[in-house]
C-alpha cells in the first residue's frame, strides 16, 4: 500500500510535464489506492490469479511506447518483455540494502525513494514539481466522526503488514492513557484483535474504528486529524500524502532505505520515535514476521511515559499553530 502511494508524484509530473496518456496497473485488491488519481488516464487492474500472459493479452493492444516498472520483481519483469515494449526499470538497489541489513555497511544513497523514482524517468526530461505526495478521497467515500467529543482527535495506526514494524500493546496501551487528545485507532480486520485489546485498556476517550473502515474511509478519517501516529506503514504515507503531522515509530527498518513521510516543499513536522544504538538494526528492508534475534529491543526499548510527554509537547505546538 505504503509503494504505490509513494508513486504518486511520478503520475503528477507524467501527466502535468508531458503529453503522454498515463496508465497504471496494479492489483485489484489496490484498486482504491489509485481509482480517484486524476493523473491516471486509464487504470489497469491484475485479476487475483491471473496469470502473466493472460495480463498481457488484455493490454497488448493499448500499444504503449513506455513502460516504466517501479516494482521491479519477476513478474513485472516478465510483464514488460512479453509486451515488448520499451522500459525504464527502477533501480532497487538490493546489493546495497544486503549490505546495509547484514553487514551493517551503508551504501544507500542519501535519497528518498520518491526521487529515485522520478531518476527512473532522466529520459523524459520530467522534474520533481516538490508538491510531495498524493493521495485522493471519493466523496462517497468520506467519513464523518459524528462524536462531538472528537471535533480534534489524534488517530494512532494499529497495525503494520509485518509483526516487527508494529507498535506493542504492551506499548501502545501505556503511552495512549497518557495522550490527552482524543484518540481514533484505525487498522485493518486483520488487526482488530490487537485493537480491542488496546481499547478496553484506555481510560480517555477512544474511538476504536478498526476493521470498520475501507482504506478511502480511513484516509477520510486521517484527513481530519490534528496529528498521525504510525509505524513505517501504508497508513503513515497515505498521512504524509495528506499532509498531516507524524510521530513515527521505527522498529525493524529504517529511514536510511529512503521510505520516510515525503512532503515535498511543504513544511510539516515529524517526530521520529526509534532505539539507538542497536547493532541489530535495520534487520530486514521490509519487515518479519518475528524479531530474529528474539527481543524486539527496536519496539520495547523505548519508554512510553517519556514518549507520551514528547508527544504532548509536539501535539502542543501543532495546536498552538
Given at each position: 500500500?505504503?509503494?504505490?502511494?509513494?508513486?504518486?508524484?511520478?503520475?503528477?509530473?507524467?501527466?502535468?510535464?508531458?503529453?503522454?496518456?498515463?496508465?497504471?496497473?496494479?492489483?485489484?485488491?489496490?484498486?482504491?489506492?489509485?481509482?480517484?488519481?486524476?493523473?491516471?488516464?486509464?487504470?489497469?487492474?491484475?485479476?487475483?490469479?491471473?496469470?502473466?500472459?493472460?495480463?498481457?493479452?488484455?493490454?497488448?493492444?493499448?500499444?504503449?511506447?513506455?513502460?516504466?516498472?517501479?516494482?521491479?520483481?519477476?513478474?513485472?519483469?516478465?510483464?514488460?518483455?512479453?509486451?515488448?515494449?520499451?522500459?525504464?526499470?527502477?533501480?532497487?538497489?538490493?546489493?546495497?540494502?544486503?549490505?546495509?541489513?547484514?553487514l551493517k555497511y551503508n551504501r544507500l544513497p542519501d535519497l528518498h525513494i520518491v526521487d529515485r523514482y522520478l531518476d527512473t524517468l532522466s529520459c523524459l526530461d520530467v522534474v520533481n514539481d516538490e508538491k510531495g505526495l498524493d493521495f485522493f478521497i471519493s466523496p462517497k467515500q468520506r467519513f464523518q466522526l459524528s462524536d462531538p467529543n472528537f471535533e480534534e482527535y489524534v488517530v494512532?495506526?494499529?497495525?503494520?503488514?509485518?509483526?516487527?514494524?508494529?507498535?506493542?500493546?504492551?506499548?501502545?496501551?501505556?503511552?495512549?492513557?497518557?495522550?490527552?487528545?482524543?484518540?481514533?485507532?484505525?487498522?485493518?480486520?486483520?488487526?482488530?484483535?490487537?485493537?480491542?485489546?488496546?481499547?478496553?485498556?484506555?481510560?480517555?476517550?477512544?474511538?476504536?474504528?478498526?476493521?470498520?473502515?475501507?482504506?478511502?474511509?480511513?484516509?477520510?478519517?486521517?484527513?481530519?486529524?490534528?496529528?498521525?501516529?504510525?509505524?513505517?506503514?501504508?497508513?503513515?504515507?497515505?498521512?504524509?500524502?495528506?499532509?498531516?503531522?507524524?510521530?513515527?515509530?521505527?522498529?525493524?527498518?529504517?529511514?536510511?532505505?529512503?521510505?520516510?513521510?515525503?512532503?515535498?516543499?511543504?513544511?510539516?513536522?515529524?517526530?521520529?520515535?526509534?532505539?539507538?544504538?542497536?547493532?541489530?538494526?535495520?534487520?530486514?528492508?521490509?519487515?518479519?514476521?518475528?524479531?530474529?534475534?528474539?527481543?524486539?529491543?527496536?519496539?520495547?526499548?523505548?519508554?512510553?511515559?517519556?514518549?507520551?510527554?514528547?508527544?504532548?509537547?509536539?501535539?502542543?505546538?501543532?495546536?498552538?499553530?
Amino acid at each position: 500500500m505504503g509503494d504505490i502511494v509513494l508513486t504518486s508524484p511520478v503520475l503528477r509530473v507524467l501527466k502535468n510535464q508531458t503529453s503522454a496518456e498515463v496508465h497504471y496497473l496494479t492489483k485489484s485488491s489496490f484498486e482504491s489506492l489509485i481509482s480517484e488519481n486524476p493523473y491516471v488516464d486509464k487504470l489497469w487492474l491484475l485479476k487475483k490469479g491471473e496469470s502473466v500472459s493472460s495480463l498481457t493479452k488484455r493490454l497488448k493492444e493499448q500499444h504503449f511506447d513506455l513502460i516504466v516498472d517501479l516494482h521491479n520483481n519477476i513478474r513485472s519483469i516478465s510483464f514488460s518483455k512479453l509486451m515488448g515494449v520499451p522500459t525504464r526499470r527502477f533501480n532497487k538497489l538490493n546489493v546495497e540494502k544486503w549490505l546495509f541489513v547484514n553487514l551493517k555497511y551503508n551504501r544507500l544513497p542519501d535519497l528518498h525513494i520518491v526521487d529515485r523514482y522520478l531518476d527512473t524517468l532522466s529520459c523524459l526530461d520530467v522534474v520533481n514539481d516538490e508538491k510531495g505526495l498524493d493521495f485522493f478521497i471519493s466523496p462517497k467515500q468520506r467519513f464523518q466522526l459524528s462524536d462531538p467529543n472528537f471535533e480534534e482527535y489524534v488517530v494512532f495506526a494499529v497495525g503494520a503488514a509485518h509483526y516487527t514494524k508494529q507498535v506493542p500493546i504492551s506499548q501502545a496501551i501505556p503511552l495512549l492513557n497518557h495522550i490527552s487528545a482524543p484518540v481514533v485507532l484505525i487498522g485493518g480486520p486483520d488487526d482488530l484483535e490487537r485493537a480491542n485489546q488496546i481499547a478496553e485498556s484506555i481510560s480517555g476517550p477512544l474511538m476504536n474504528l478498526t476493521g470498520k473502515l475501507s482504506i478511502q474511509e480511513s484516509a477520510s478519517v486521517i484527513s481530519g486529524a490534528s496529528l498521525v501516529m504510525a509505524p513505517d506503514t501504508g497508513m503513515m504515507h497515505i498521512a504524509a500524502a495528506l499532509k498531516k503531522p507524524i510521530v513515527l515509530f521505527w522498529g525493524s527498518t529504517s529511514k536510511e532505505f529512503g521510505m520516510y513521510p515525503y512532503y515535498g516543499r511543504n513544511e510539516v513536522p515529524v517526530l521520529n520515535i526509534k532505539v539507538s544504538g542497536l547493532k541489530c538494526r535495520p534487520c530486514t528492508k521490509y519487515g518479519k514476521s518475528k524479531c530474529p534475534m528474539g527481543h524486539f529491543k527496536c519496539m520495547l526499548q523505548w519508554n512510553p511515559m517519556e514518549v507520551a510527554e514528547e508527544i504532548e509537547t509536539f501535539y502542543r505546538e501543532l495546536v498552538r499553530k
